[in-house]
């Protein structure tokens, strides 16, 4: 999708008269935006898009009349179109917030708990940041097909375990359904992963639980100290790094809080650091959709130590910009679209070293 000429044109849609008018002057002090309307709820918002055409909406998730999860469906059903979450901080408001990236949602924000003006305010750069970027993404919507799990012995042969082999994969926008559908791909005695995906603390529990109730493997959040398995995704807790660490024969995850990295925590960058250090030539990385510039770094580190480094190409990602500042850096070995990269992960992992047939 190209960028549109001219200000980006927004539509926000909140039941919150409050919330209305400050993401209104907030979203007004870019010179880059400009806000077409403000809808109290889905109802007139329909009505505004088809007379306003805005290029990108801002969705509250609670509304009277119709939920926005039910708006969103409709949407992307009928007209789709980027929009970004406006979601509270509560595990309902995460457990929803899960379902409208699936249905076709580019990003989201969280709204503050408390001291709602001092909070928003704090958001604004994160805010506009999305919308510039749904602005331009790529829409999976309406339903990007969920990929369908392979069976236990299926397509790979009788299936393999490994347990040097590690795979770290890195994604921000557009990552949550980018994952779903490689996660969901992979067998359930294929080497072990570790995710980071930019994502609030609040959000990770929800995501990981969601993907442990769909994929053949076991996913869940990473916890200090935890041992690595086969068959195993662990996905960085929001608002702290995960790191792979080795401790003998075992590899261990390690998650600590720590500085901002590439301007995040969780840091794909330190992800993919300490596993070109600890597993050099026995790891995959991989780096899908999403903004800015996180991970290139560090998967260029692992290319160095030998490892297998793939990057989603521009046609699949929702966002190429993550996989293009590695392509840039020559950190990235091949680029694929996102349903070829979980075989070659696997090819890659069944061809070399440490793959013991069973």
Known sequence: MTRPKGPIKVL??????????MLTEMLSSDPEIE?????????????????????VLTLDIEMPQMDGLSFLEKIMTLRPMPVVMVSSLTQSGA???????????????????????????????????KLKAAATARLRGGGMRLASKLPASGSWGGGFRSSEKIIAIGASTGGVEALRELICSL?????????????????????????????????????DGVRVLPGHVYIAPGNFHLELKRSGADYLCSVADGPLVSGHRPSVDVLFDSVARVAGENAVGVILTGMGRDGAKGLLAM??????????????????????AAH???????????????????????????AQRI
């Open 12 to 21: 926000i849609v909140d039941d919150s008269a409050l919330m209305r008018q």
């Open 35 to 55: 806000v077409v309307g403000a809808a109290p709820h889905p109802l007139i918002a329909r009505t505004m898009i088809k007379e306003l055409l805005p290029d």
């Open 95 to 129: 457990d929803a917030t899960m379902r409208a990236l699936e249905i076709g949602a580019v990003d989201f924000v969280s709204k503050p708990v408390a001291g709602l003006s001092t909070g928003m305010a704090a958001l604004r750069d994160e805010l506009i940041g």
């Open 187 to 223: 067998p359930p005695d294929g080497p072990a992963v570790l995710v980071t995906q930019h994502m609030p603390a609040q959000f990770t529990a929800s995501f990981a639980n969601r993907l442990d109730g769909l994929a053949a493997v076991a996913v869940s959040e990473a916890r």
């Open 303 to 324: 290319r160095g130590a030998g490892a297998m480094t793939i990057g989603e190409d521009a046609t699949t990602c929702v966002v190429y910009g993550m996989p293009r």
């Open 328 to 354: 840039e850096v020559g950190a990235t070995q091949i680029e694929l679209p996102l349903h070829k990269i979980p075989a070659e992960i696997l090819s890659h992992c069944r061809m070399t070293g440490h």
